[in-house]
C-alpha cells in the first residue's frame, strides 16, 4: 500500500485487495464488463442481479449492493461507448467524476476507485483518478470559512492489482492534482480573497521550503519604469491598498544539465470591470475567473515542485492585476510606449490582458536570448471569442514561426488528447497582424478594436499578433538571427464553468508535452 503525502482534497493510497477493509464502497469505472478479470470476477454477479431488476444499470451511476465483501457497496459507473469517431479518454474521466459524486450521495467515507485494464486509452486510469479527484475538490474559501466542510471523504483508494505500477499511478496523480489544485484556489476564489496581493501571498507561502524560488514586484514607480502597459491597467486599481497590482515571478531548476527552458506569463486579471469601457449589460458577474492563466501558472510550477522534473529550467511570471474604473483608469486613445519601446495606442480597455502580459513577456523575451533551448508562452483566459469558436472545455494554442517549425500546437495537442486536457489549433495569419497595424503616424501598433472579441472576426487570434509586436518578439521570427519559439494559449473555454470550480486546464497537457520522461 503506497499513499500520497500532498495537499490534495484528500489522501491517495494504492490499493491491491478487493477485499480491503479500509474503504466502504467500490466505484467501478469501465466501458465494458468484459474488463473484468478474475481478480474481479465477484463483482459481475451483483451486477447482473442489479440488471434483472433496474434497467438504468449500465447506462448511468447506479448504488448496487455487495452483501460478501468488506466494502458492501459498490457505484458502478459506466463510460458508454469509446469506440465512435467521436470518443476520448474524457469518458473515462467523466464516468469517474459521476461515480464519486453517486457515492458522495450514499455517504462513501472511503472510497476505492476501480478501473479494471483493457480501457482504449493508454492514460486512462490517470485520467479516471484525476476525474474523481475533481469531483472531491472543496473551494478554498469553503475550506477555510468552514474547515469541517474541508474534505468529502477521508481517503481515495485506488485499485492496482500491480503494486508498483499503483505507487507510480499515485505519485503522478498526486503531483498533476496538486498543482490543479492550486490553479483553482487561485483561479475560483472571489477578487477580494484572491485580490493581486493576496494572490502573492499565497504563492509565496505554498512554495516555501521548495526548489520553486518566488520574487515579487508590487512597485507603481518599477512597474512605470519596466512594465508601463501593465503600469497602466494598474493606474486606478494602485489607489486601493487591497488591490494593489503584483507581478510574481517564479523559478525552477531541476538537476542535471539543462536542455530545456520554458519561460510561461500568465494573465490574472484578478476582476475586469472593462475599465473606461465598463462591461454593461449584466456581463461582468464571473469577471474574477479572469486571473486562470496565471493561476495555470502557479499550478504548474506547484506540480515542478512536487515531481522535481531533471534536466529543465522554468521561469514563470504572474501578471497579477485588477481592471478597475476610476478617475485614474487608463482609457481609449492613450500612447504609451512599451518595454520593448513600441508606442501602443489603446483602443479598448477591456483589452487589458494583452496590455498585462506584453511586457512581461518581452522581459522573458530578454531572458530567453541567453537560456538553453527557450519555449516562450502566454496563457490567458483572454477572449471570449475563443469560446465563440471552438466551444467551452476546449483550449487554444497559436504558434508563431520558429514555435510552428517546431510543430508547437500540434505536440501540444498530441498531449491534450492523452492526458484529457484538449486542445484546438488556431494559425496567426497576416490579417491578425494588419488588424493591429499602426492606423495613423502618431503610434506603432493598435492595441485593439472597439469592439468585443465575440463580434469581431478573428477575435481570438489577432491578440496574439499584438502582444508579438508590443513586446518585441515579431524581431525573433524565422528570418532572425535569433529566432524564438513562441505559442499563445487563450484557455477561456477550457478554463471552467462559471457558477462551477475551474478546470486547472491546460497544465496537464502542459505536463505531458514537456516533462513526462523526466522525472
Sequence with gaps: MAESSQALPTSITSVSDLNSSSHDGIVLVTHSLETLTESLACLREPIARAKE??????????????????????????????????????????????????ALMAGFRSPLLVVPIGYPFA??????????????????????????????????????????????????????????????????????????????????????????????????????????????????????????????????????????????VGKGVTYDTGGADVKAGGVMAGMHRDKCGAAAVAGFFQILAALRPRRVKVIGAMACVRNSIGADCYVADEIITSRAGVRVRVGNTDAEGRMAMADVLCHMKERALKETNPYLMTIATLTGHAVKAVGQNYSIIMDNGPAAGKHVSQTMQSAGNLMGDPFEISTIRREDYEFVAAPSEYEDTLQCNNQPSSLTPRGHQFPAAFMMIASGLDKHGNSASHPLPYSHMDIAGSSGPFPGVPTGAPIVAMVAKFLLGRF
Design 53 to 102: 431488476i433496474d434497467h438504468a444499470v449500465g447506462k448511468e451511476p447506479v448504488i448496487i449492493p455487495l452483501p460478501d465483501m468488506p466494502s458492501r457497496r459498490m457505484v458502478y459507473s459506466p463510460t458508454g461507448p469509446v469506440d465512435r469517431d467521436y470518443d476520448d479518454v474524457r469518458r473515462y474521466s467523466d464516468a469517474a467524476a459521476a461515480g464519486i459524486r453517486r
Design 123 to 264: 492514460q486512462a486510469f490517470v485520467v479516471s483518478v484525476l476525474g474523481a479527484l475533481e469531483a472531491l475538490y472543496v473551494p478554498l474559501e469553503v475550506c477555510e470559512a468552514c474547515p469541517k466542510k474541508g474534505k468529502k471523504v477521508a481517503r481515495l483508494g485506488i485499485y492496482s492489482e500491480d503494486e508498483a505500477a499503483g505507487i507510480k499511478v499515485v505519485n503522478l496523480v498526486s503531483g498533476l492534482e496538486s498543482g490543479r489544485l492550486i490553479a483553482r484556489d487561485i483561479g475560483g476564489s472571489d477578487p477580494e480573497r484572491m485580490s493581486a496581493p493576496l494572490v502573492a501571498d499565497y504563492v509565496e507561502q505554498n512554495f516555501r521550503g521548495t526548489p520553486v524560488h518566488v520574487n515579487i514586484i508590487q512597485d507603481q514607480v518599477q512597474f512605470e519604469k519596466c512594465y508601463p502597459l501593465f503600469a497602466a491597467v494598474n493606474r486606478c486599481a494602485n489607489h486601493i491598498k487591497r488591490h494593489q497590482g503584483r507581478i510574481v515571478e517564479l523559478e525552477y531548476l531541476g538537476e542535471g544539465p539543462t536542455d530545456l527552458t520554458l519561460l510561461l
